[in-house]
């Protein structure tokens, strides 16, 4: 024993590295060390530009939230925004320029790409092939207009293995809808303005009365938040979306046929002619040409253009000759001499069809510009190391049309290029930095050229450029003329066969995001999953098959078959199997490759969203999965609360206890303040958001795949997810789980050596100096929202990444707990900015991160101490509740009732007396 | 017996002191003894892996942040109380037929806190500051959490060892000063002679040395029943159902006990048969050995039905939900074995002649042993697996360093129990004179 303790001590006794420091021998400007700077910028993301605030500690980017100027973002900001931070100093990006795979330099490949230019310059660029996403950049699209300009021949072609197609016209002005239809539409999370459409859906739902709420509808065949969301959820293959879009519009033309499929058509039809003007039907991106066209009349049908729907926003500049679809026949001719692809990783997400590697081939010079090493620029001559947004300076025109400007936050780490310094490259015969040609395009669109500087700063300040406006001319809407006789494209049998679904992954997304730890870790809101994708089969199809959460069946389809696990999901439609897109990475990071399964290799191009499966047969072997959550039912127990905006209890919600419940011990006193959160559960819509800004602010570890599944998991919020009603078609609820900083804490009194403890503001405080691990708070939680340490999870940040670490708060060390603090360290920062200004400090000038984060305003900090905070209000609220209330721990983050909004003619309120079991 | 009562005294501790005092060691010792050296060497092997990488080699996760650790601490402890109720309460009340048994399980005790006292250390998160639990003057200026009943649990666990420790030391120093003047070779006169404090056996050493004697059986008396309290308050005091329980004090206590007494007839068996103690160990011994085990065993068996009722009683939802798991949940094959183990195998007791049968005492004996595992391990991990919150619930299991680690443990106890049985007397041999003179008194009068 004595041998083991003397181990403990040497592994005890761990000294800082030593490093030499050297002070400035300039201060830069405004640079106080410990005061943190703010500036806006505009990053893209899965191609589509977000607004944010960027916090720098030092010249070094820590922290990304949202631009609340940027009226797509308002100051929210999605998994993607806030996680794009870890890519930043991620240290497997690309770091030089590679020449067949191997180290080379910038300024080898600006000799080659010289020359390979005059040639080209000869022929008038016929030969010369490039390849980017949509790109919506005033620079980058002034830039290719220069290379067309200058080279005539050259070939510009756009890929996106998501948003192909052009869904993404349409724009929504929920704020004026009362009625939405969302046929496998998942707006509230996968469009570029998901976060505006959030804020301005929640918003038509929170008042109290259930006057001016919106009633929104979703038919899907897997769940999505949005369709957890609804009022009203219809489980529908998507086989039938054809012929249910088809008997949606006849039924709102007045030819009502009555399809015992769909028995709630009516009742939709109804309400949505019942709200004309005011309502909104919409398709998600992988509907049919057929189901656009049926939505699309539908709404003018409805009148509903120029009131719901609202124009669309023109595009400008250079039009592509096509997609990768019309690259491929070029390629496979070996007219390709010279193959640019800016971006774009086609080797692993283009359709199995186009065998796009094999093309690739034959092209005899390519060069691909790209932030990571991935499957495409492998196969490339050159590979140019991209710049991270947060590195360079760049410009972008939202789908809304809002143009914002992209300015660095740091020197480029490894000096990489941006797209528009590759552009620059091609179009002109002196490179020039990103600076210039930002600004180049910018001077371009000030009349008095004397006004450009002052402009230009306070776009810079804002984020968002002001231009005079540019509404178009014409409102032009994406919308058909109604037509009397669509003709349906689905075979009426299409039951017989089971279909394969695909669909961006909720954190992968197109499989871009493989090497980002806190995206792979990010649990997917429904079904919570982490480190893995999965096929996901209804209850009944699984009971059919034979098959259980984690074995694995081999998929074929087209001749092409790939393994994979398969999780059950409630409320999946029968007859069909959705396979998420973006894993499966063959060359990527140490934390990216072989991650899930690469769904791309089913995909084919004349069927990119749903493709009948020829065979499903079992492998008898089982894959691990790991999730962090593995039971879904409440079990009868009162955690989450569900009223009907008229008030009427949808759960069975026990008598509250009359009077407060009698405590041994004697209430704390406070003078000052008393922090509390109030989660709405209402606004709440499950996107997660909160998760990776708390992994972010809070330098939560990533834990990988093996801790998940031992249930290690580190993050500090959670989402619960849980299902209520009949496996088939559940009513499924969100609840945002934090720290509950209870006045009472079951922790506190059993930890040994005190290291939980009570302040005098009513946090429960977490001492990681004296903690020594006992782990019995953890036990005692009974919402189990502590987490531990239990290796040294911290203990290879690899150097780059320290950079990106909040500097006021502690990293922990092995064998401490941890938890959710309220973003204490932000409460303090907001103190010391009280203190200095002499004004007393309050709980409007602190928000957490979660809050900062959430779309919904779902979250919200405040001081008890002040009856006029919105946490005081929301507390004398009708559907306020605090969770395990019967425990007697008085939680701080108190929750409100879920509401919903059902049709009566579809749900009786009768029905409500019988609240369904939980 | 009544072959023993005509030899001389001396013979029969002459038969105590041989196998310390000879030369060269059995077979079956060396053999034994390399073994447990070899689990020994197991346990330092995981210790120090879990010391380079930290308690996330085990299985613990949240929800269930306790496992094999405190399950094996439990079971440990539970063990460390035969010794001590033999010494002690049988002292107390008379029962002279622990003399020859008492010293052997009091070593045991010993071994078995040893080995429980280091779970808690080594199931800490960082155990090098484990020192931080005890209440001493710092320059932190901090005072352990005196409401936590893991504190309790340091002063109970420190305070038995410590007792323990003393009664079995005080014991030994007649038996060492006899060995010192017995013992052949100078170097072990020397180190028996420092051991024995200068015991010269007068009339003054013995008085005072009863009085002491007595003084300790009755506080270690009373810790017997303080220790395995306070270890289950560590869970009653909780809020986590199924844990928290008013019954699991008396409970815990029947249940060491039980677990104490099935270990020692685990030992005393084969210890019997291979230095051919059956005029010691008489099976007079195991028999009330076995009528203890009895009593001990119904009583754990009415802890186990009133911890049932009252879930049920109590019309808790988690309770009941937590009770149900055990009964007909996934818990119900392990809860189950527990009752076959811990209720049902023990009824054979009420028969004499199963009693006095060493081979089924022993069988039942180590059925005991592990049902009593199982019982900490079901009771630890059941209740933290499924608490308040369903989105929380996982399910544990240990790895192969949780095993690893309690077998390991085994190498420890062995070791020590190997190494005393060869260093020391494993009967008190002056208690066992006593018993002879009082005998033979007896018969004079008579």
């Keep these: ?918 | 017996m009544s072959a023993s009562n005509t030899e001389p005294i001396s013979a029969k501790t002459g038969r105590i002191m041989q196998p310390i005092l000879r030369k060269g060691s059995p077979a079956w010792w060396l053999m034994g003894f390399a073994t447990a050296l070899l689990m020994l060497f197991g346990f330092n092997v995981a210790v120090a892996v879990l010391f380079y990488y930290g308690v996330g080699i085990w299985g613990i996760r949240i929800p269930t942040a306790w496992g094999f650790a405190i399950v094996n601490f439990v079971w440990w402890i539970g063990i460390g109380h035969a010794g001590t109720f033999i010494s002690a309460v049988l002292l107390l009340v008379h029962q002279e037929w622990r003399t020859s048994i008492n010293r052997f399980t009091e070593a045991m005790t010993l071994f078995a806190v040893a080995c429980a006292g280091l779970f808690p250390i080594l199931h800490l998160g960082r155990p090098w500051v484990f020192y931080w639990l005890l209440p001493y003057p710092n320059s932190m200026e901090m005072w352990p959490q005196f409401r936590s009943p893991l504190l309790w649990d340091v002063f109970a666990v420190s305070t038995y060892a410590t007792v323990s420790l003393l009664f079995w030391y005080l014991g030994l120093i007649p038996d060492l000063a006899a060995l010192r003047d017995r013992a052949p070779h100078r170097w072990q006169q020397i180190i028996f002679g420092v051991m024995s404090l200068g015991w010269r056996g007068c009339i003054r050493h013995w008085a005072r040395y009863q009085k002491l004697y007595l003084l300790l059986a009755g506080l270690a008396t009373a810790l017997v029943v303080s220790v395995h309290s306070i270890v289950s308050l560590d869970f009653a005091v909780s809020i986590v159902p199924g844990w928290h329980s008013s019954i699991f004090p008396p409970y815990f206590v029947a249940g060491a006990i039980f677990s104490g007494f099935a270990m020692v007839v685990t030992l005393l068996v084969p210890l019997r048969r291979l230095y051919g103690w059956e005029e010691f160990f008489t099976l007079r011994h195991f028999d009330n050995m076995g009528k203890i085990l009895l009593v001990t065993g119904l009583i754990v068996g009415h802890g186990y039905l009133m911890e049932t009722f009252t879930s049920f009683y109590s019309g808790d939802l988690f309770e009941m939900a937590m009770m149900k798991k055990r009964l007909m949940g996934e818990f119900a094959p392990l809860y189950w074995t527990i009752i076959f183990c811990n209720v049902t195998v023990p009824q054979l007791l009420w028969f004499g002649r199963i009693r006095r049968n060493l081979i089924g005492l022993w069988l039942i004996a180590i059925v005991i042993n592990i049902g009593m595992w199982l019982e900490r391990y079901v009771i630890v991990t059941s209740s933290l697996e499924k608490d308040y919150l369903p989105s929380a619930w996982r399910t544990y299991y240990g790895t192969f360093w949780d095993w690893a680690t309690l077998i390991g443990s085994f190498g420890l106890f062995l070791s020590l129990l190997f190494l005393f049985i060869r260093l020391l007397p494993a009967i008190s041999m002056h208690e066992i004179s006593e018993e002879a003179h009082g005998k033979a008194k007896k018969g004079e009068t008579a």
Aim: proline share 8%.
């Design chain 1, 1 to 918: 024993m004595g041998a083991s303790i003397a181990l403990a001590g040497l592994n005890g006794c761990m000294r800082p590295p030593e490093q030499k420091i050297v002070p400035y021998t300039q201060q830069p400007e405004k640079l106080v060390p410990g005061r943190p700077l703010h500036y806006a910028t505009t990053i893209r993301i899965n191609g589509h530009p977000r607004g944010v605030v960027v916090t720098q500690n030092e010249g070094r980017p820590t922290h990304i939230a949202g631009n609340p100027l940027h009226p797509l973002s308002l100051g929210a900001a999605d998994v993607w925004t806030t996680a794009s931070l870890l890519d930043l100093y991620d240290p497997d990006r690309l770091q030089s320029v590679l020449r067949q795979g191997s180290a080379s330099s910038w300024e080898a490949f600006e000799q080659v790409f010289a020359s390979l230019r005059d040639e080209f310059l000869k022929s008038g660029g016929a030969g010369f092939y490039l390849l980017t996403p949509p790109l919506y950049s005033p620079t980058e699209l002034r830039l290719i207009g220069r290379i067309l300009a200058a080279l005539p021949q050259v070939r510009w072609y756009v890929h996106d293995p998501i948003d192909s197609t052009t869904a993404l016209e349409d724009r929504f002005d929920l704020a004026s809808a009362d009625v939405i239809f969302a046929l496998e539409s998942d707006f509230l999370y996968d469009r570029p303005d998901s976060l505006a459409l959030i804020r301005a859906f929640s918003k038509r739902r929170v008042t109290d009365d259930g006057k001016s709420w919106n009633r929104l509808y979703v038919a899907e065949s897997c769940p999505t938040i949005t369709g957890v969301k609804a009022d009203h959820r219809f489980v529908v293959p998507p086989q039938e979306f054809d012929e249910l879009a088809a008997a949606l519009l006849a039924s709102l033309q007045g030819n009502s046929a009555k399809d015992n499929r769909w028995p709630w058509l009516d009742a939709l039809t109804d309400d949505l002619r019942h709200h004309s003007g005011r309502s909104i039907l919409m398709a998600g991106r992988s509907a049919s040409d057929f189901v656009r066209h049926a939505i699309s009349s539908a709404n003018t049908l409805l009148g509903n253009a120029g009131t719901t729907l609202l124009p669309t926003v023109p595009s400008e500049g250079p039009q592509p000759q096509g997609t990768l679809a019309d690259l491929v026949l070029p390629m496979s001719r070996r007219e390709v001499r010279t193959l640019v692809m800016l971006g774009v990783n086609p080797v692993f997400d283009a359709a199995s069809d186009f065998s796009f590697a094999e093309l690739l081939a034959q092209v005899p010079t390519s060069i691909c510009h790209t932030f990571y090493t991935n499957e495409t620029s492998q196969k490339c001559s050159w590979t140019i190391h991209a710049a991270h947004d947060l590195e360079a300076w760049g410009d972008t025109k939202s789908c809304d049309g809002t143009l914002s400007i992209a300015q660095p936050l740091i020197a480029p780490l490894y000096d990489g290029k941006s797209t528009i310094e590759i552009l620059s490259l091609i179009a002109e015969e002196v490179p020039r930095p990103g600076y210039d040609l930002a600004r180049e395009t910018w001077q371009q669109t000030v009349r008095d050229p004397s006004t450009f500087e002052a402009e230009w700063h306070r776009w810079l300040r804002d984020g968002v450029v002001h231009l005079p406006s540019t509404a178009p001319s014409t409102a032009s809407f994406a919308l058909q003329p109604p037509s009397s006789s669509p003709k349906s494209t689905a075979s009426t049998n299409s039951l017989q066969s089971i279909w394969l679904c695909f669909r961006p992954s909720a954190a992968q997304w197109d499989g871009r995001h493989a090497n980002n730890g806190w995206l792979q870790e990010l649990p997917d809101p429904i079904t919570k999953l982490t480190w893995d994708n999965a096929a996901l089969f209804s209850p009944a199809s699984a009971t059919l098959l034979k098959v259980k959460d984690g074995d694995v069946v081999t998929l074929h389809v087209n001749g092409f078959k790939i393994d994979a696990p398969i999780l059950v999901v409630p409320g999946h439609a029968d007859h069909c199997i959705t396979l998420p897109l973006g894993y499966g990475r063959i060359v990527s990071g140490q934390i990216g490759t072989s991650v899930g399964i690469n769904a791309y290799l089913l995909r084919s191009s004349d069927a990119l969203w749903h493709i009948p499966i020829d065979d499903i047969e079992r492998k008898g072997s089982t894959h691990p999965l790991a999730r962090t959550q593995e039971h879904f039912r409440m079990e009868g127990r009162d955690l989450l609360h569900v009223a009907r905006v008229d008030n009427s209890p949808e759960t069975p919600a026990p008598p509250a206890p009359e009077q407060p419940l009698p405590s041994l011990y004697p209430d704390f006193k406070y003078e000052g303040h008393k922090w509390a959160l109030s989660i709405n559960l209402n606004s709440c819509v499950g996107c997660n958001a909160c998760i990776i800004a708390c992994q972010s602010e809070n330098n939560i570890p990533v834990v990988g795949k093996d801790q998940v599944l031992f249930g290690r998991e580190m993050q500090w919020i959670r989402v619960d997810r849980y299902f209520q009603g009949d496996a088939d078609s559940p009513r499924t609820h969100f609840q945002p789980v934090t720290c509950m900083q209870c006045e009472d804490a079951p922790c506190e009194v059993v930890c040994p050596v005190a290291a939980t403890q009570h302040d005098d503001e009513g946090l429960n405080t977490m001492v990681y100096n004296r903690c020594v691990g006992t782990r019995y708070c953890s036990n005692n939680c009974p919402y189990k929202v502590r987490r531990f340490n239990f290796l040294f999870y911290n203990a290879d940040i690899p150097e780059s990444q320290r950079l990106r670490l909040n500097p006021n708060v502690t990293i922990r060390s092995r064998g401490v707990m941890e938890k959710c603090t309220y973003c204490v360290q932000r409460i303090e920062e907001a103190r010391i900015g009280a203190l200095r200004e002499h004004r007393p400090l309050k709980g409007t000038d602190i928000t957490t991160a979660c809050q900062a984060a959430c779309p919904a305003e779902a979250i919200v900090f405040g001081d008890l101490s002040d009856p006029d905070s919105i946490v005081s209000r929301n507390r004398k609220k009708p559907g306020h509740y605090a969770m395990l209330e019967e425990l007697n721990t008085k939680p701080r983050t108190t929750y409100l009732e879920k509401r919903i909004n059902p049709n009566p003619a579809l749900e009786p309120p009768s029905s409500a007396s019988n609240p369904q079991p939980i």
